[in-house]
């Protein structure tokens, strides 16, 4: 079989900007994801002449997208909240437009990794499975990942 | 709350409106950082929208719009490198002198050409046709002899047909023994205009 020719980076980035800009402002927050998606297409920007698989850009890029929202947490100091915290306390990313959704301060107090899960799963409607490429697990750890993170929703939600 | 409530956090016609910013903003931050290997921009003339491709040796493609775009795009991503975007700032001087040759001001080009477009034999063709200035013509045999191949007319013709800067490398000055125009990879009506332009057509 033929291998497809690789596209220009700049259809490329046509085709997949809005996946990725959709999965980005819900993953670290509408104020934060410009830069998240800078980051994210720069560094694919750099190794796209090496790139191999021409028919997986499009998963590629939302690993490499999913590594800059985790890295973005981690860089800000937002390890794993407990389950148990109050959700009253300020939020660590208020976006004034979004200031007053109760939806967004639950979102917000998600670990890193079960948010990412999260909207992977039900923002992009991913399969476990691909949860689980584009986050480089397995697939019993992104369901348990998106379970605890839709559980704790959940129970701020009610 | 349903899983499907997540999805209001990104609306569409947001995500539409705010990724289009950010893809805009990210030409001129790979630009800045010179991981740009190919720039794209269009820009309108008498002849058509045309579309300007320059890497960092000089300029590389001009198309007219009704070429096949996404063709000549692939073409540039297969043959000169992947990393082709739409980035005006690399172009600013390509477009300057062909705004300025359109607009009379200008006879000659001063651009740099990166000529990796061009076969070892279209290369020798167009080099020679570079050497025909504005408001001259010649002939496809007169090519063929500056190049020292008297009997190749005919693969000069189809060089020229391959010319992948054209106006710049201004194989419209190029016509038939007989003075007709014969043919032009742009249509026969863009030669007219281009040769009108520079006073060598009535």
């Known amino acids: 079989m033929v291998r497809p020719p690789k596209p220009a980076f700049q259809e490329f980035l046509e085709a997949n900007r809005a996946t990725v800009y959709r999965f980005l402002s819900v993953a670290v927050g509408p104020q934060e994801a410009d830069d998240a998606f800078q980051e994210t297409f ?15 850009l499009d998963r590629w890029i939302l690993s490499i997208a999913s590594r800059k929202a985790i890295d973005h947490h981690r860089r800000s100091g937002r390890g794993p909240v407990p389950t148990d915290d109050p959700p009253d306390r300020p939020v660590l990313d208020p976006s004034p437009s979004d200031h007053d959704d109760p939806l967004w301060a639950a979102v917000r107090s998600l670990p890193p990794r079960q948010r990412v899960a999260v909207v992977h799963r039900h923002v992009l409607d991913r399969s476990y499975e691909e949860v689980a490429e584009l986050m480089g697990g397995s697939e019993q750890t992104a369901r348990a990942n998106v379970y605890q993170g839709m559980k704790r929703l959940r129970e701020l939600m009610t | 709350m349903k899983p499907n409530d997540l999805k209001r956090l990104a609306p569409a016609r947001r995500v539409a409106d705010d990724s289009r910013v950010a893809a805009a903003r990210l030409a001129d931050r790979a630009t800045a950082e010179g991981l740009v290997d190919v720039a794209l921009a ?3 003339s008498p002849v058509g929208e045309l579309l300007v491709a320059v ?10 719009d009704d070429d096949d775009l996404e063709r000549v795009v692939a073409r540039l991503a297969r ?25 009379g001001q200008r006879n000659r080009f001063d651009l740099a050409l990166d000529r990796r477009l061009m076969g070892p034999f279209a290369d020798k063709v167009l080099r020679a046709t570079s050497r025909v200035g504005f408001g001259e013509l010649a002939t496809y045999g007169d090519i063929a002899a500056r190049i020292d191949r008297p009997h190749a007319a005919r693969a000069v013709g189809r060089a020229l047909g391959s010319n992948p800067i054209p106006i710049v490398v201004p194989c419209h000055r190029i016509v038939g023994a007989d003075g007709s125009l014969t043919g032009y990879a742009g249509g026969m009506s863009r030669k007219e205009t281009l040769l009108r332009l520079e006073g060598s057509m009535l």
């Open chain 2, 55 to 64: 890497t960092p040796k000089g300029l590389v493609a001009i198309a007219f």
């Open chain 1, 42 to 56: 720069l560094a694919a920007l750099r190794s796209y002449p090496r790139v191999r698989e021409p028919d997986k």
């Open chain 2, 42 to 44: 269009t820009m309108d």
């Open chain 2, 79 to 103: 043959e000169v490198s992947p990393r082709v975007i739409e980035s005006a700032a690399p172009t600013d001087a390509a477009r300057h002198e062909l705004e300025e040759y359109f607009g």
